[in-house]
Protein backbone atom coordinates (compact mmCIF):
# COMPACT_ATOMS: atom_id res chain seq x y z
CA UNK A 1 0.00 0.00 0.00
CA UNK A 2 2.62 2.75 0.81
CA UNK A 3 4.53 1.45 -2.59
CA UNK A 4 1.31 2.51 -4.42
CA UNK A 5 0.37 5.68 -2.28
CA UNK A 6 4.25 6.81 -2.96
CA UNK A 7 3.78 5.53 -6.82
CA UNK A 8 0.46 7.25 -7.52
CA UNK A 9 2.01 10.49 -5.75
CA UNK A 10 4.50 10.54 -7.74
CA UNK A 11 2.91 10.75 -10.88
CA UNK A 12 0.34 13.50 -9.80
CA UNK A 13 2.87 15.58 -8.67
CA UNK A 14 5.15 14.73 -12.16
CA UNK A 15 4.30 17.51 -14.52
CA UNK A 16 5.01 15.72 -17.25
CA UNK A 17 2.80 12.96 -16.55
CA UNK A 18 -0.03 15.35 -15.91
CA UNK A 19 0.61 16.97 -18.80
CA UNK A 20 0.23 13.59 -21.35
CA UNK A 21 -2.78 12.64 -19.27
CA UNK A 22 -4.19 15.76 -20.06
CA UNK A 23 -3.65 15.56 -23.54
CA UNK A 24 -4.68 12.52 -23.93
CA UNK A 25 -8.38 13.12 -22.42
CA UNK A 26 -8.43 15.88 -25.29
CA UNK A 27 -7.38 13.80 -27.92
CA UNK A 28 -10.04 11.43 -26.85
CA UNK A 29 -12.55 14.21 -26.88
CA UNK A 30 -11.57 15.53 -30.31
CA UNK A 31 -11.71 11.87 -31.34
CA UNK A 32 -15.14 11.35 -30.47
CA UNK A 33 -16.50 14.96 -31.86
CA UNK A 34 -14.91 14.16 -35.21
CA UNK A 35 -15.78 10.56 -35.65
CA UNK A 36 -18.92 10.25 -32.96
CA UNK A 37 -17.48 6.76 -31.23
CA UNK A 38 -15.37 6.57 -28.36
CA UNK A 39 -11.68 6.02 -28.82
CA UNK A 40 -10.37 2.26 -28.10
CA UNK A 41 -7.32 1.84 -28.43
CA UNK A 42 -6.38 -0.51 -31.45
CA UNK A 43 -9.74 0.25 -32.72
CA UNK A 44 -9.52 2.22 -36.05
CA UNK A 45 -13.22 4.13 -36.30
CA UNK A 46 -15.53 2.51 -38.96
CA UNK A 47 -14.86 3.72 -42.38
CA UNK A 48 -16.92 5.60 -45.02
CA UNK A 49 -17.49 9.64 -44.39
CA UNK A 50 -17.74 10.87 -40.50
CA UNK A 51 -21.44 11.04 -39.95
CA UNK A 52 -21.29 14.53 -38.61
CA UNK A 53 -21.07 16.97 -41.45
CA UNK A 54 -24.24 17.07 -43.68
CA UNK A 55 -26.04 17.75 -40.13
CA UNK A 56 -29.39 19.57 -40.32
CA UNK A 57 -27.19 22.96 -39.51
CA UNK A 58 -27.27 25.05 -42.77
CA UNK A 59 -24.74 28.05 -43.55
CA UNK A 60 -25.89 31.40 -44.69
CA UNK A 61 -27.97 30.97 -48.45
CA UNK A 62 -27.74 27.29 -48.30
CA UNK A 63 -31.04 25.15 -49.27
CA UNK A 64 -32.67 23.59 -45.68
CA UNK A 65 -33.09 19.98 -45.92
CA UNK A 66 -33.69 17.21 -43.39
CA UNK A 67 -36.61 14.63 -43.21
CA UNK A 68 -38.63 17.46 -41.59
CA UNK A 69 -38.47 20.65 -43.42
CA UNK A 70 -37.41 21.25 -46.86
CA UNK A 71 -36.93 25.20 -47.95
CA UNK A 72 -34.76 27.11 -50.03
CA UNK A 73 -34.86 30.88 -51.55
CA UNK A 74 -34.89 30.21 -55.30
CA UNK A 75 -37.85 30.00 -57.10
CA UNK A 76 -36.58 26.98 -59.07
CA UNK A 77 -36.42 25.16 -56.01
CA UNK A 78 -33.64 23.24 -54.21
CA UNK A 79 -30.22 23.13 -55.63
CA UNK A 80 -29.93 19.31 -56.59
CA UNK A 81 -26.33 19.66 -57.85
CA UNK A 82 -24.98 21.24 -54.93
CA UNK A 83 -27.13 18.59 -52.38
CA UNK A 84 -25.05 15.82 -53.97
CA UNK A 85 -22.20 17.38 -53.48
CA UNK A 86 -23.04 17.74 -49.42
CA UNK A 87 -25.01 14.41 -49.43
CA UNK A 88 -21.81 12.80 -50.96
CA UNK A 89 -23.91 10.96 -53.54
CA UNK A 90 -23.89 10.25 -56.93
CA UNK A 91 -25.81 12.21 -59.56
CA UNK A 92 -28.09 9.72 -61.82
CA UNK A 93 -26.09 10.66 -65.06
CA UNK A 94 -27.39 9.66 -69.15
CA UNK A 95 -24.61 6.88 -68.57
CA UNK A 96 -27.05 5.40 -65.64
CA UNK A 97 -30.09 5.82 -67.24
CA UNK A 98 -28.83 4.50 -70.42
CA UNK A 99 -27.63 1.05 -68.44
CA UNK A 100 -31.13 0.89 -66.22
CA UNK A 101 -32.45 0.46 -70.11
CA UNK A 102 -29.71 -1.62 -71.37
CA UNK A 103 -30.16 -4.35 -67.81
CA UNK A 104 -34.04 -3.86 -67.46
CA UNK A 105 -34.83 -4.32 -71.59
CA UNK A 106 -37.24 -1.03 -70.74
CA UNK A 107 -37.68 2.55 -71.42
CA UNK A 108 -36.50 4.32 -69.10
CA UNK A 109 -39.26 6.08 -66.16
CA UNK A 110 -39.79 9.20 -67.28
CA UNK A 111 -39.09 9.76 -63.88
CA UNK A 112 -35.50 8.81 -64.79
CA UNK A 113 -35.62 10.01 -68.12
CA UNK A 114 -36.36 13.77 -66.45
CA UNK A 115 -34.36 13.84 -63.70
CA UNK A 116 -36.79 13.43 -61.07
CA UNK A 117 -35.08 10.38 -59.42
CA UNK A 118 -31.70 12.52 -59.70
CA UNK A 119 -29.25 10.86 -57.32
CA UNK A 120 -28.11 7.88 -56.32
CA UNK A 121 -25.51 5.68 -53.87
CA UNK A 122 -24.33 2.13 -55.24
CA UNK A 123 -26.93 1.85 -58.09
CA UNK A 124 -24.35 0.41 -60.35
CA UNK A 125 -23.53 -2.50 -57.78
CA UNK A 126 -27.00 -3.39 -57.76
CA UNK A 127 -27.00 -3.73 -61.44
CA UNK A 128 -23.94 -6.05 -61.68
CA UNK A 129 -25.45 -8.33 -59.18
CA UNK A 130 -28.34 -8.33 -61.05
CA UNK A 131 -27.00 -9.12 -64.34
CA UNK A 132 -24.98 -11.55 -62.43
CA UNK A 133 -28.45 -13.03 -61.58
CA UNK A 134 -28.05 -12.00 -58.11
CA UNK A 135 -31.52 -10.13 -56.89
CA UNK A 136 -32.23 -7.58 -55.04
CA UNK A 137 -35.51 -6.19 -52.75
CA UNK A 138 -37.04 -2.49 -52.73
CA UNK A 139 -37.64 -1.23 -49.97
CA UNK A 140 -39.47 1.95 -49.27
CA UNK A 141 -42.12 3.90 -46.86
CA UNK A 142 -44.62 5.92 -45.56
CA UNK A 143 -45.00 8.33 -42.67
CA UNK A 144 -48.95 8.33 -42.07
CA UNK A 145 -49.41 11.81 -40.51
CA UNK A 146 -53.24 12.13 -41.69
CA UNK A 147 -55.73 10.28 -43.66
CA UNK A 148 -55.24 12.42 -46.41
CA UNK A 149 -52.32 11.97 -48.80
CA UNK A 150 -51.31 14.05 -51.91
CA UNK A 151 -49.91 13.55 -55.33
CA UNK A 152 -46.71 14.05 -54.37
CA UNK A 153 -46.55 11.10 -51.83
CA UNK A 154 -47.27 8.96 -54.79
CA UNK A 155 -43.96 9.81 -56.81
CA UNK A 156 -42.17 6.88 -54.72
CA UNK A 157 -44.49 4.76 -55.15
CA UNK A 158 -45.27 4.75 -58.53
CA UNK A 159 -41.41 4.96 -58.87
CA UNK A 160 -41.09 1.75 -56.95
CA UNK A 161 -44.26 0.45 -58.92
CA UNK A 162 -42.11 0.71 -62.02
CA UNK A 163 -39.23 -1.17 -60.50
CA UNK A 164 -40.81 -3.76 -59.55
CA UNK A 165 -42.62 -4.58 -62.58
CA UNK A 166 -39.11 -4.00 -64.13
CA UNK A 167 -37.14 -6.10 -62.15
CA UNK A 168 -39.71 -8.55 -60.71
CA UNK A 169 -37.94 -8.41 -56.83
CA UNK A 170 -39.70 -8.43 -53.82
CA UNK A 171 -40.90 -4.88 -51.72
CA UNK A 172 -41.47 -4.05 -48.41
CA UNK A 173 -43.03 -0.75 -47.37
CA UNK A 174 -42.89 0.58 -44.13
CA UNK A 175 -45.72 2.51 -42.75
CA UNK A 176 -43.68 4.41 -40.02
CA UNK A 177 -46.86 4.54 -37.44
CA UNK A 178 -44.77 4.62 -34.31
CA UNK A 179 -42.61 7.74 -35.93
CA UNK A 180 -45.62 9.88 -36.21
CA UNK A 181 -47.49 9.22 -33.08
CA UNK A 182 -43.28 10.52 -31.91
CA UNK A 183 -43.25 13.17 -33.87
CA UNK A 184 -46.85 14.22 -33.81
CA UNK A 185 -49.94 15.50 -31.21
CA UNK A 186 -51.56 12.24 -32.34
CA UNK A 187 -52.58 8.88 -30.37
CA UNK A 188 -51.11 5.52 -31.23
CA UNK A 189 -54.45 4.40 -32.47
CA UNK A 190 -54.86 7.33 -34.66
CA UNK A 191 -51.59 6.80 -36.46
CA UNK A 192 -52.41 3.11 -36.82
CA UNK A 193 -55.61 3.89 -38.22
CA UNK A 194 -53.85 6.38 -40.78
CA UNK A 195 -51.12 3.36 -41.72
CA UNK A 196 -54.23 1.38 -42.63
CA UNK A 197 -56.19 3.59 -44.66
CA UNK A 198 -52.69 5.02 -46.32
CA UNK A 199 -52.24 1.53 -47.11
CA UNK A 200 -54.85 1.47 -49.78
CA UNK A 201 -54.00 4.42 -51.49
CA UNK A 202 -50.48 2.79 -51.84
CA UNK A 203 -52.35 -0.50 -52.50
CA UNK A 204 -54.35 1.71 -55.32
CA UNK A 205 -50.79 2.41 -57.17
CA UNK A 206 -50.83 -1.11 -58.26
CA UNK A 207 -48.86 -3.46 -56.52
CA UNK A 208 -48.28 -7.14 -56.91
CA UNK A 209 -49.56 -8.29 -53.71
CA UNK A 210 -47.63 -11.71 -54.23
CA UNK A 211 -44.59 -9.89 -54.01
CA UNK A 212 -45.34 -7.00 -51.43
CA UNK A 213 -45.26 -6.79 -47.74
CA UNK A 214 -46.68 -3.90 -46.33
CA UNK A 215 -46.45 -3.16 -42.51
CA UNK A 216 -47.30 -1.21 -39.81
CA UNK A 217 -44.07 -0.48 -37.33
CA UNK A 218 -46.51 -0.85 -34.30
CA UNK A 219 -47.89 -3.91 -35.56
CA UNK A 220 -44.39 -6.06 -36.73
CA UNK A 221 -41.97 -4.64 -34.72
CA UNK A 222 -43.75 -6.78 -31.51
CA UNK A 223 -44.25 -9.34 -33.66
CA UNK A 224 -41.14 -10.42 -35.46
CA UNK A 225 -37.71 -11.39 -33.32
CA UNK A 226 -36.21 -10.77 -36.86
CA UNK A 227 -37.15 -7.54 -36.95
CA UNK A 228 -36.44 -6.46 -33.67
CA UNK A 229 -32.99 -7.81 -33.58
CA UNK A 230 -31.50 -5.92 -35.90
CA UNK A 231 -33.06 -2.73 -34.25
CA UNK A 232 -31.10 -3.46 -31.27
CA UNK A 233 -28.11 -4.23 -33.19
CA UNK A 234 -28.30 -1.07 -35.31
CA UNK A 235 -28.87 0.73 -31.53
CA UNK A 236 -25.86 -0.43 -30.10
CA UNK A 237 -23.49 1.03 -33.23
CA UNK A 238 -24.94 4.04 -32.80
CA UNK A 239 -24.25 7.12 -30.49
CA UNK A 240 -26.44 9.75 -29.36
CA UNK A 241 -23.38 12.44 -30.13
CA UNK A 242 -24.09 10.73 -33.94
CA UNK A 243 -27.71 10.64 -34.21
CA UNK A 244 -27.14 14.64 -32.59
CA UNK A 245 -25.31 15.19 -35.61
CA UNK A 246 -27.17 13.68 -38.28
CA UNK A 247 -30.91 14.78 -37.65
CA UNK A 248 -30.36 17.95 -34.56
CA UNK A 249 -32.20 16.09 -32.13
CA UNK A 250 -31.64 17.56 -28.45
CA UNK A 251 -31.38 17.02 -25.50
CA UNK A 252 -34.71 17.79 -24.66
CA UNK A 253 -35.82 15.19 -27.48
CA UNK A 254 -37.64 12.04 -25.94
CA UNK A 255 -35.67 9.16 -26.42
CA UNK A 256 -38.20 7.60 -28.47
CA UNK A 257 -37.17 9.65 -30.96
CA UNK A 258 -33.77 9.46 -30.48
CA UNK A 259 -33.40 6.16 -31.16
CA UNK A 260 -35.85 6.09 -34.06
CA UNK A 261 -33.56 5.98 -36.46
CA UNK A 262 -32.57 2.29 -36.11
CA UNK A 263 -36.28 1.28 -36.99
CA UNK A 264 -36.46 3.33 -40.08
CA UNK A 265 -32.72 1.93 -41.08
CA UNK A 266 -33.78 -2.11 -40.03
CA UNK A 267 -36.02 -2.91 -43.20
CA UNK A 268 -32.81 -2.23 -45.09
CA UNK A 269 -31.10 -5.83 -44.10
CA UNK A 270 -33.25 -8.85 -45.37
CA UNK A 271 -32.93 -11.02 -41.78
CA UNK A 272 -35.41 -8.33 -40.98
CA UNK A 273 -38.11 -10.41 -43.02
CA UNK A 274 -36.84 -14.05 -42.39
CA UNK A 275 -40.65 -14.99 -43.47
CA UNK A 276 -39.89 -13.67 -46.88
CA UNK A 277 -35.95 -14.42 -47.27
CA UNK A 278 -35.58 -16.99 -45.61
CA UNK A 279 -33.31 -15.85 -42.81
CA UNK A 280 -30.56 -15.40 -45.67
CA UNK A 281 -28.44 -12.23 -44.84
CA UNK A 282 -26.72 -11.40 -47.82
CA UNK A 283 -30.21 -9.79 -49.96
CA UNK A 284 -29.00 -6.41 -51.09
CA UNK A 285 -31.59 -3.68 -50.53
CA UNK A 286 -32.52 -0.54 -52.81
CA UNK A 287 -34.20 2.33 -51.51
CA UNK A 288 -36.24 4.51 -53.45
CA UNK A 289 -36.79 7.62 -51.62
CA UNK A 290 -36.45 11.73 -51.68
CA UNK A 291 -33.97 13.16 -50.88
CA UNK A 292 -34.73 14.31 -47.18
CA UNK A 293 -34.84 10.44 -45.87
CA UNK A 294 -30.96 9.98 -46.86
CA UNK A 295 -29.76 11.05 -43.69
CA UNK A 296 -31.28 7.73 -42.55
CA UNK A 297 -29.69 6.02 -44.89
CA UNK A 298 -26.47 7.58 -44.10
CA UNK A 299 -26.30 6.66 -40.70
CA UNK A 300 -27.85 2.55 -42.11
CA UNK A 301 -24.57 2.79 -44.43
CA UNK A 302 -22.46 3.36 -41.85
CA UNK A 303 -23.73 0.86 -39.49
CA UNK A 304 -24.30 -1.82 -42.34
CA UNK A 305 -20.57 -3.18 -42.17
CA UNK A 306 -19.96 -3.76 -38.97
CA UNK A 307 -23.30 -5.46 -37.95
CA UNK A 308 -22.38 -7.80 -41.17
CA UNK A 309 -24.79 -6.94 -43.44
CA UNK A 310 -24.68 -5.06 -46.74
CA UNK A 311 -25.05 -1.60 -47.18
CA UNK A 312 -28.62 -0.61 -48.82
CA UNK A 313 -28.53 1.37 -52.20
CA UNK A 314 -30.43 4.26 -53.11
CA UNK A 315 -32.19 6.36 -55.63
CA UNK A 316 -33.03 9.99 -54.48
CA UNK A 317 -36.26 11.78 -55.81
CA UNK A 318 -36.26 15.41 -56.07
CA UNK A 319 -39.01 17.18 -54.24
CA UNK A 320 -42.61 17.59 -55.38
CA UNK A 321 -43.55 21.12 -55.17
CA UNK A 322 -46.64 23.38 -53.42
CA UNK A 323 -48.40 24.94 -55.48
CA UNK A 324 -47.50 28.26 -54.69
CA UNK A 325 -43.85 27.50 -55.68
CA UNK A 326 -40.55 25.46 -55.64
CA UNK A 327 -39.44 27.23 -52.34
CA UNK A 328 -41.29 24.44 -50.09
CA UNK A 329 -42.54 21.09 -50.93
CA UNK A 330 -45.77 20.29 -50.87
CA UNK A 331 -46.86 19.57 -47.40
CA UNK A 332 -50.36 17.73 -46.35
CA UNK A 333 -50.78 20.60 -43.72
CA UNK A 334 -51.78 22.93 -45.71
CA UNK A 335 -55.31 22.25 -47.88
CA UNK A 336 -54.26 25.15 -50.58
CA UNK A 337 -50.42 23.86 -50.96
CA UNK A 338 -51.63 20.73 -51.96
CA UNK A 339 -53.83 18.54 -54.64
CA UNK A 340 -54.90 15.47 -52.52
CA UNK A 341 -56.29 12.21 -54.30
CA UNK A 342 -59.24 13.06 -52.70
CA UNK A 343 -59.61 15.85 -54.18
CA UNK A 344 -62.75 16.45 -56.88
CA UNK A 345 -62.29 17.38 -60.63
CA UNK A 346 -63.51 20.82 -59.81
CA UNK A 347 -61.20 21.15 -56.99
CA UNK A 348 -58.35 20.50 -59.17
CA UNK A 349 -59.03 22.77 -60.98
CA UNK A 350 -60.04 25.60 -58.88
CA UNK A 351 -56.41 25.40 -57.08
CA UNK A 352 -54.90 24.95 -59.97
CA UNK A 353 -56.51 28.24 -61.30
CA UNK A 354 -56.43 29.88 -57.98
CA UNK A 355 -52.93 28.95 -56.61
CA UNK A 356 -50.72 26.82 -58.75
CA UNK A 357 -47.52 30.23 -59.05
CA UNK A 358 -46.91 31.48 -62.48
CA UNK A 359 -44.00 31.91 -64.59
CA UNK A 360 -46.04 34.30 -66.56
CA UNK A 361 -46.29 37.75 -67.36
CA UNK A 362 -49.22 40.25 -65.89
CA UNK A 363 -50.45 40.96 -69.31
CA UNK A 364 -51.13 39.05 -72.33
CA UNK A 365 -49.35 41.26 -74.49
CA UNK A 366 -46.19 40.97 -72.27
CA UNK A 367 -46.33 37.52 -72.08
CA UNK A 368 -47.08 37.35 -75.75
CA UNK A 369 -43.39 39.32 -76.63
CA UNK A 370 -41.34 38.33 -73.73
CA UNK A 371 -42.75 34.74 -73.05
CA UNK A 372 -43.00 32.77 -69.50
CA UNK A 373 -40.38 30.92 -67.64
CA UNK A 374 -41.13 27.13 -67.17
CA UNK A 375 -38.29 26.82 -64.66
CA UNK A 376 -40.34 28.23 -61.72
CA UNK A 377 -43.63 27.42 -63.27
CA UNK A 378 -45.35 24.90 -60.63
CA UNK A 379 -47.92 23.90 -63.58
CA UNK A 380 -45.00 23.03 -66.20
CA UNK A 381 -43.09 21.43 -63.00
CA UNK A 382 -46.15 19.39 -62.60
CA UNK A 383 -46.50 18.94 -66.10
CA UNK A 384 -42.83 16.96 -65.96
CA UNK A 385 -44.31 14.91 -63.25
CA UNK A 386 -47.02 13.43 -64.75
CA UNK A 387 -46.96 14.13 -69.03
CA UNK A 388 -45.53 10.79 -69.97
CA UNK A 389 -45.24 12.18 -73.58
CA UNK A 390 -41.73 13.66 -73.77
CA UNK A 391 -42.56 15.74 -77.02
CA UNK A 392 -45.65 17.04 -76.26
CA UNK A 393 -43.98 18.49 -72.93
CA UNK A 394 -40.72 19.54 -75.25
CA UNK A 395 -43.13 21.77 -77.35
CA UNK A 396 -45.19 23.00 -74.06
CA UNK A 397 -41.86 24.32 -72.82
CA UNK A 398 -40.98 25.76 -76.21
CA UNK A 399 -44.12 27.15 -76.77
CA UNK A 400 -44.55 28.70 -72.94
CA UNK A 401 -40.82 30.00 -73.49
CA UNK A 402 -41.75 31.74 -76.54
CA UNK A 403 -45.09 33.35 -75.84
CA UNK A 404 -47.46 30.98 -78.27
CA UNK A 405 -48.61 29.49 -75.14
CA UNK A 406 -50.67 31.55 -71.82
CA UNK A 407 -50.43 30.84 -68.73
CA UNK A 408 -54.42 29.91 -68.84
CA UNK A 409 -53.63 27.39 -71.35
CA UNK A 410 -50.68 25.94 -69.37
CA UNK A 411 -52.68 25.42 -66.77
CA UNK A 412 -55.45 23.87 -68.75
CA UNK A 413 -53.23 21.27 -70.14
CA UNK A 414 -52.15 20.53 -66.63
CA UNK A 415 -56.16 20.17 -65.12
CA UNK A 416 -56.50 17.79 -68.51
CA UNK A 417 -53.67 15.91 -67.12
CA UNK A 418 -54.34 15.80 -63.32
CA UNK A 419 -58.17 15.54 -63.24
CA UNK A 420 -57.99 11.80 -65.36
CA UNK A 421 -54.85 10.44 -63.10
CA UNK A 422 -56.74 11.45 -59.98
CA UNK A 423 -59.94 10.25 -60.87
CA UNK A 424 -58.56 6.85 -62.21
CA UNK A 425 -56.49 6.49 -58.72
CA UNK A 426 -59.51 6.92 -56.73
CA UNK A 427 -61.54 4.26 -59.23
CA UNK A 428 -58.47 1.70 -57.95
CA UNK A 429 -58.70 2.69 -54.47
CA UNK A 430 -62.52 2.07 -54.24
CA UNK A 431 -61.66 -1.74 -55.25
CA UNK A 432 -59.20 -1.94 -52.57
CA UNK A 433 -60.91 -4.02 -50.21
CA UNK A 434 -60.61 -4.71 -46.35
CA UNK A 435 -59.44 -8.15 -46.93
CA UNK A 436 -56.61 -7.03 -49.63
CA UNK A 437 -55.62 -4.67 -47.12
CA UNK A 438 -55.36 -7.55 -45.16
CA UNK A 439 -53.40 -9.65 -47.07
CA UNK A 440 -50.76 -7.01 -47.84
CA UNK A 441 -50.02 -6.22 -44.05
CA UNK A 442 -49.84 -10.03 -43.08
CA UNK A 443 -46.32 -11.22 -42.53
CA UNK A 444 -45.93 -14.02 -44.87
CA UNK A 445 -43.79 -15.60 -48.11
CA UNK A 446 -43.86 -13.92 -51.22
CA UNK A 447 -43.62 -15.24 -54.44
CA UNK A 448 -39.46 -15.63 -54.22
CA UNK A 449 -37.78 -18.68 -53.22
CA UNK A 450 -34.95 -17.83 -51.40
N1 LIG B 1 -39.88 8.58 -42.56
C1 LIG B 1 -40.64 8.46 -43.77
C2 LIG B 1 -41.73 9.55 -43.79
O1 LIG B 1 -41.94 10.23 -42.82
C3 LIG B 1 -41.27 7.10 -43.93
C4 LIG B 1 -40.30 6.03 -44.32
C5 LIG B 1 -39.95 4.93 -43.56
C6 LIG B 1 -39.59 5.89 -45.54
N2 LIG B 1 -39.10 4.12 -44.23
C7 LIG B 1 -38.84 4.70 -45.45
C8 LIG B 1 -39.53 6.65 -46.72
C9 LIG B 1 -38.03 4.27 -46.50
C10 LIG B 1 -38.72 6.24 -47.76
C11 LIG B 1 -37.97 5.04 -47.66
O2 LIG B 1 -42.41 9.70 -44.77
Not at 301 to 308: F, L, S, Y
Not at 332 to 353: E, M, V, W
Not at 420 to 445: C, G, N, Y
Request: charged residues 25%; hydrophobic residues 35%.
Amino acid sequence: VTVLTNFCFLIRNNPDIDAAVQLLVKLKLEYKTATGQDYKAGCPPSDGPTLQDNGPSVTEGEDLVNPWNVTTTSAKGVDYDKLIVRFGSSKIDQELVDRIERVSGQKPHRFLRRGIFFSHRDMHQVLDAYESKKSFYLYTGRGPSSEAMHVGHLIPFIFTKWLQDVFDVPLVIQLTDDEKYLWKDLSVEECHRYAVENAKDIIACGFDINKTFIFSDLDYMGSSPGFYRNVVKIQKHVTFNQVKGIFGFTDSDCIGKISFPAIQAAPSFSTSFPQIFNGRKDVQCLIPCAIDQDPYFRMTRDVAPRIGYPKPALLHSTFFPALQGAQSKMSASDPNSSIFLTDTPKQIKNKINKHAFSGGKDTIEEHRKYGGDPDVDVSFMYLTFFLEDDEQLDKIRQDYTSGVLLTGELKKRLIDTLQPMISAHQQRRKLVTDEMVQQFMTSRPLDFNY
